[in-house]
């Protein structure tokens, strides 16, 4: 069973510029959450589709933005590039929304490595 | 607003020996513990979970010890191998924040042989 894909794994760009990451989830997963990793902030919570819907966001600025396709695939999107979005970018995959007293384990794909020069 | 504190940041441990992470939370509304390995390269894996109406839970080598009035949780690895060498951390979730996870900041274990 083909784990969680991001692509691409390596992105350089200049500040201003916008960019698009994709992920694809494990075959059967509907969940997908985004996470943005960095050595001073650690990982932080971007957001959440289910159902091609945005169910959770986190604290960053509209800059960022995703969604979801009817094949359960997603894109996140950062736009006017600043230097401090340089960063890792992390998918995770679920079965499910997390359901009363159950938790549905997130699988993570390798990230994308995002540099903003 | 940094809801889970999580310590040491780096930790040097023999071979043979137990390897201990530490967290702290402040919101009491978290309901769910997980612990995730992260090798370089990769993405955060989940090693093992915890709620909090049980105080401790152990999978093979891994065990989660949780003390609800104290707010903490920690990590014990017990006969830690080289291949435990990972950077690890500790997250919280709420029962209606669907699968949003809050990461301590992380602690870079090192096993010497």
């Known amino acids: 069973k083909a784990g969680v894909t991001q692509t691409p794994r390596y992105l350089i760009k200049t500040r201003g510029q916008q960019v698009t990451l994709s992920c694809s989830p494990i075959?059967?997963?509907?969940?997908v959450s985004w996470y943005q990793q960095t050595p001073g902030q650690g990982l932080q919570f971007l957001f959440e589709y289910f159902s091609e819907t945005q169910r959770n966001k986190g604290n960053f600025p509209g800059r960022f933005s995703g969604r979801q396709f009817s094949n359960s695939r997603s894109e996140m999107n950062v736009s006017t590039l600043e230097l401090g979005d340089s960063a890792l970018y992390l998918c995770?995959?679920?079965?499910?929304?997390?359901?009363?007293?159950?938790?549905?384990?997130?699988?993570f794909g390798a990230g994308t490595r995002l540099s903003v020069l | 607003q940094q809801q889970v504190k999580q310590s040491p940041q780096s930790l040097i441990v023999q071979k043979g020996g137990i390897s201990i992470i530490n967290c702290a939370y402040e919101?009491?509304?978290?309901?769910?513990f997980p612990w995730y390995q992260q090798f370089p390269g990769k993405g955060p894996a989940l090693l093992i979970a915890i709620r909090p109406d049980v105080s401790e839970k152990k999978e093979g080598r891994f065990t989660i010890s949780f003390n609800k009035s104290a707010k903490q949780f920690s990590l014990h690895i017990m006969d830690s191998q080289p291949g435990d060498s990972a950077t690890y951390f500790c997250?919280?979730?709420?029962?209606?924040?669907?699968?949003?996870?809050?990461f301590g900041g992380g602690t870079r274990l090192m096993v010497k042989p």
């Open positions: 997250a919280a979730s709420f029962n209606n924040a669907g699968n949003m996870l809050t």
């Open positions: 919101n009491t509304a978290f309901d769910y």
């Open positions: 995770a995959s679920s079965l499910a929304p997390q359901q009363p007293l159950a938790k549905n384990i997130q699988y």
């Open positions: 075959s059967g997963h509907r969940s």
